[in-house]
């Protein structure tokens, strides 16, 4: 799909077992990531899937640099263009950015400042990396906001966001991320808040700025539906860490981590017959323990071992993919393992 | 814009008739007869009756109430029983004072209350923050006339840096138009009777600005704090904005919301509540005044005073609203 854009060895993007610990005053420090490690190439689509609390936003935070200084603790090592951003200055991040990374997040309500209109909003970012005057970066906003399917973009740009349905207001965001043509766009969940049918239609317009601007893409989601229509390889988290990771068709074909396993049938099935149940993924995530004692999955997983509880498993190369579980759902994988 | 305006005065109207008929009833219903406030405990009967038939209090009161609401219609207020000065006239003396003390307190209090608040939300839970925190607890804490005291008897008194009281130096020759004396001041050039007025407001200034200035950096903290945690702020740090356009255009315009309708509140409440201020640094204004017509049953006074304030309070309270449509779209009105 991709192809002719992945000639560059080097990844665009590269995170090695990035770690993030919540320890606010008077509480326990919280793991929210634990040794996440995943690739994403110049161009290439990528996708983070896991179900809520598994800690998928506080990765995209952490690669942005939007985590709060105090009270957090980040180690490990997020690679951009072959340097570390994790040991950037605050200003040197801030110059990146908007302009070489910039996000989409989840809920257009309240991403969108209340009392400032919409086209200042989109424009600014245009002034602030590309040094425009306010009335070029005007103009500019207008297209843009033409691109993202916004009707009468000249009207609308003098607009506040209260005047806008929720996918207009997303379509701003994502005119917004991708104003200064990014080489990384970092979408969060960016149509869980909008209605089934406004999902489609903003989903479009995203795939189609992505692919006009080049972008590589970093798509959380826990809809594998988007997932599947959108991604070139695509990780698996559970409980702040990457658990299996490969290409889309193989993760589809043949899912190896028993939670994706679980991911995959809980999707209801076009093909499958009426009133048949749906296979939700036993237990719930609450029933997490933490990685120190074994597999966080174990007291939900199909597969347990022994072994699940006594070691912790660790992400290896798997054959076709990268996988962390002792008990794979096919034998082939786990051979391939030992 | 100019009908929402022309409407909201409207509505002052039976506002302020209303208000007119409680005051009516109110400075009646004070114990003790007017008359004899006025002439003193031993005056005779008869100057007593004499006085009561000239102003009419032995009419009926509904009778007393109509003949001052036809009077007020035509502007007249009627004029004090103790100094038979016309209300409005002495009004326009002494509001002024109040006017210029009131604003010279508030402008105290905006001008350090929102930028330290904003810095107190900054460094939450830092020492800067606890500074502030513990400071505006003590000013909202200390007793106005305390502090009014204490002010005029360390910079006054004791270092002579500013003066002691009244609002200009009788030694300076000064124009007065419109008893705006800082501004009579300018309007008239006398560059030195408005430096010497402004001089004056200093310490009582000070004195009358220390609680709003405390509530109004607790309010902008705390609204700071909130806005500060707004996805709005996370999508500009996410644009890569610099950090001061993002406190000037994202931040401070959202926090301030809260701000300005405290700011009106705390404006009326120094009008009114500029009396203690006013008496230690004899300053002039309505509240002394006004504090002398109770203890002497000045109905027209207590009457007329008390209307005009209640005026200005429906005005501040309209500024704020329009202010309020400024910074934010969604009141704002079409
Ligand atoms: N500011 C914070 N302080 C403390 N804990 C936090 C903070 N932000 C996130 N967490 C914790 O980190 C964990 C991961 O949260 P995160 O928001 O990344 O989940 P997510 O995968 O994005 O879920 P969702 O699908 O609901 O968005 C959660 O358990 C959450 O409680
Ligand atoms: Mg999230």
């Given at each position: 799909m991709n192809a002719g854009r992945r000639d560059n060895d080097q990844p665009l993007l590269s995170v090695r077992n990035l770690a993030v610990t919540f320890q606010l005053r008077g509480q326990h420090a919280a793991k929210a990531v634990d040794d996440v490690s995943f690739d994403i190439r110049a161009g290439q689509h990528v996708g983070l899937?896991?179900?809520?609390?598994?800690?998928?936003?506080?990765?995209?935070?952490?690669?942005?640099?939007?985590?709060?200084?105090?009270?957090?603790?980040?180690?490990?090592?997020?690679?951009?263009?072959?340097?570390?951003?994790?040991?950037?200055?605050?200003?040197?991040?801030?110059?990146?950015?908007?302009?070489?990374?910039?996000?989409?997040?989840?809920?257009?309500?309240?991403?969108?400042?209340?009392?400032?209109?919409?086209?200042?909003?989109?424009?600014?970012?245009?002034q602030r990396h590309f040094n425009a005057s306010k009335s070029a970066a005007l103009e500019r906003t207008e297209e843009l906001l033409a691109r993202v399917g916004i009707p009468d973009p000249r009207r609308r740009l003098?607009?506040?966001?209260?005047?806008?349905?929720?996918?207009?207001?997303?379509?701003?965001?994502?005119?917004?991320a991708l104003a200064c043509e990014p080489r990384l766009l970092i979408a969060d969940e960016p149509t869980t808040a909008l209605d089934v049918t406004i999902q489609a239609q903003v989903l479009e317009v995203l795939k189609k700025l992505v692919a006009d601007t080049d972008a590589a893409l970093l798509m959380i989601t826990h809809d594998l539906g988007i997932v599947a229509g959108l991604c070139d390889t695509v990780n698996v988290m559970y409980a702040g860490r990457v658990v299996e990771s490969a290409t889309r068709e193989r993760l589809f074909a043949q899912p190896q981590h028993p939670y994706t396993g679980g991911l995959l049938e809980s999707i209801p099935k076009l093909d499958s017959p009426r009133g048949a149940p749906l296979r939700p993924i036993p237990g719930s995530p609450t029933q997490v323990l933490p990685w120190s004692e074994g597999c966080a999955f174990a007291p939900r997983c199909g597969n347990r071992t022994e072994e699940c509880t006594a070691r912790t498993p660790d992400l290896d190369p798997a054959g076709d993919r990268h996988l962390r579980c002792f008990n794979p759902l096919s034998r082939t994988a786990a051979e391939a393992r030992r | 814009m100019l009908r929402f305006v022309l409407k909201r005065i409207a509505l002052m109207v039976p506002v302020l008739l209303g208000l007119s008929v409680?005051?009516?009833?109110?400075?009646?219903?004070?114990?003790?007869?007017?008359?004899?406030?006025?002439?003193?405990?031993?005056?005779?009967?008869?100057?007593?009756?004499?006085?009561?038939?000239?102003?009419?209090f032995d009419e009926p009161l509904l009778e007393q109430y109509l003949r001052y609401l036809g009077a007020l219609v035509t502007g007249d207020f009627g004029s004090s029983i103790r100094t038979g000065q016309s209300v409005t006239e002495s009004f326009l003396e002494r509001f002024p004072a109040t006017v210029e003390l009131a604003l010279a307190a508030l402008l105290f209090a905006v001008l350090v209350?929102?930028?330290?608040?904003?810095?107190?939300?900054?460094?939450?839970?830092?020492?800067?923050?606890?500074?502030?925190?513990?400071?505006?607890?003590?000013?909202?804490?200390?007793?106005?006339?305390?502090?009014?005291?204490?002010?005029?008897?360390?910079?006054?008194?004791?270092?002579?840096?500013?003066?002691?009281?009244?609002?200009?130096?009788?030694?300076?020759?000064?124009?007065?138009?419109?008893?705006?004396?800082?501004?009579d001041g300018l309007l008239t050039r006398e560059w030195d009777a408005a430096w010497d007025a402004m001089v004056h407001l200093v310490l009582p200034g000070l004195a009358l600005g220390t609680i709003p200035l405390a509530i109004i950096a607790r309010i902008t903290r705390a609204s700071v704090a909130e806005v500060l945690n707004e996805d709005?702020?996370?999508?500009?740090?996410?644009?890569?904005?610099?950090?001061?356009?993002?406190?000037?255009?994202?931040?401070?315009?959202?926090?301030?919301?809260?701000?300005?309708?405290?700011?009106?509140?705390?404006?009326?409440?120094?009008?009114?509540?500029?009396?203690?201020?006013?008496?230690?640094?004899?300053?002039?204004?309505?509240?002394?005044?006004?504090?002398?017509?109770?203890?002497?049953?000045?109905?027209?006074?207590?009457?007329?005073?008390?209307?005009?304030?209640?005026?200005?309070?429906?005005?501040?309270?309209?500024?704020?609203?329009?202010?309020?449509?400024?910074?934010?779209?969604?009141?704002?009105?079409?």
């Amino acid at each position: 799909m991709n192809a002719g854009r992945r000639d560059n060895d080097q990844p665009l993007l590269s995170v090695r077992n990035l770690a993030v610990t919540f320890q606010l005053r008077g509480q326990h420090a919280a793991k929210a990531v634990d040794d996440v490690s995943f690739d994403i190439r110049a161009g290439q689509h990528v996708g983070l899937v896991g179900e809520s609390g598994s800690g998928k936003s506080v990765t995209s935070l952490a690669i942005m640099g939007l985590l709060p200084r105090r009270g957090v603790r980040v180690s490990g090592e997020v690679m951009f263009d072959g340097t570390n951003l994790l040991s950037k200055s605050r200003g040197e991040m801030s110059a990146l950015r908007g302009r070489d990374i910039s996000m989409v997040f989840q809920d257009p309500m309240t991403s969108l400042n209340p009392v400032i209109p919409i086209g200042i909003q989109v424009a600014e970012i245009i002034q602030r990396h590309f040094n425009a005057s306010k009335s070029a970066a005007l103009e500019r906003t207008e297209e843009l906001l033409a691109r993202v399917g916004i009707p009468d973009p000249r009207r609308r740009l003098g607009e506040y966001p209260h005047q806008l349905s929720g996918g207009m207001r997303q379509r701003v965001l994502i005119a917004m991320a991708l104003a200064c043509e990014p080489r990384l766009l970092i979408a969060d969940e960016p149509t869980t808040a909008l209605d089934v049918t406004i999902q489609a239609q903003v989903l479009e317009v995203l795939k189609k700025l992505v692919a006009d601007t080049d972008a590589a893409l970093l798509m959380i989601t826990h809809d594998l539906g988007i997932v599947a229509g959108l991604c070139d390889t695509v990780n698996v988290m559970y409980a702040g860490r990457v658990v299996e990771s490969a290409t889309r068709e193989r993760l589809f074909a043949q899912p190896q981590h028993p939670y994706t396993g679980g991911l995959l049938e809980s999707i209801p099935k076009l093909d499958s017959p009426r009133g048949a149940p749906l296979r939700p993924i036993p237990g719930s995530p609450t029933q997490v323990l933490p990685w120190s004692e074994g597999c966080a999955f174990a007291p939900r997983c199909g597969n347990r071992t022994e072994e699940c509880t006594a070691r912790t498993p660790d992400l290896d190369p798997a054959g076709d993919r990268h996988l962390r579980c002792f008990n794979p759902l096919s034998r082939t994988a786990a051979e391939a393992r030992r | 814009m100019l009908r929402f305006v022309l409407k909201r005065i409207a509505l002052m109207v039976p506002v302020l008739l209303g208000l007119s008929v409680l005051l009516f009833a109110w400075v009646r219903a004070l114990p003790g007869d007017p008359a004899r406030a006025l002439l003193g405990e031993r005056a005779n009967p008869e100057s007593i009756a004499r006085v009561t038939e000239r102003y009419g209090f032995d009419e009926p009161l509904l009778e007393q109430y109509l003949r001052y609401l036809g009077a007020l219609v035509t502007g007249d207020f009627g004029s004090s029983i103790r100094t038979g000065q016309s209300v409005t006239e002495s009004f326009l003396e002494r509001f002024p004072a109040t006017v210029e003390l009131a604003l010279a307190a508030l402008l105290f209090a905006v001008l350090v209350g929102i930028p330290v608040g904003y810095l107190a939300a900054r460094h939450q839970g830092r020492p800067l923050d606890t500074i502030v925190m513990s400071g505006s607890l003590l000013g909202v804490a200390t007793p106005v006339f305390f502090l009014a005291i204490l002010l005029k008897l360390v910079f006054a008194d004791w270092l002579h840096w500013l003066p002691t009281s009244l609002r200009q130096d009788a030694r300076i020759d000064a124009t007065h138009l419109t008893n705006f004396y800082v501004l009579d001041g300018l309007l008239t050039r006398e560059w030195d009777a408005a430096w010497d007025a402004m001089v004056h407001l200093v310490l009582p200034g000070l004195a009358l600005g220390t609680i709003p200035l405390a509530i109004i950096a607790r309010i902008t903290r705390a609204s700071v704090a909130e806005v500060l945690n707004e996805d709005y702020v996370r999508t500009a740090e996410s644009k890569g904005l610099t950090r001061r356009l993002i406190s000037r255009r994202h931040v401070l315009r959202n926090a301030l919301l809260p701000v300005v309708t405290t700011i009106g509140l705390q404006a009326g409440l120094l009008l009114s509540g500029a009396v203690l201020t006013e008496t230690v640094f004899a300053f002039n204004g309505m509240g002394e005044y006004l504090f002398d017509a109770i203890g002497q049953r000045d109905y027209p006074v207590l009457q007329g005073f008390i209307l005009f304030i209640a005026l200005i309070y429906a005005l501040i309270n309209l500024l704020v609203d329009l202010a309020y449509g400024l910074i934010d779209p969604r009141v704002r009105v079409s």
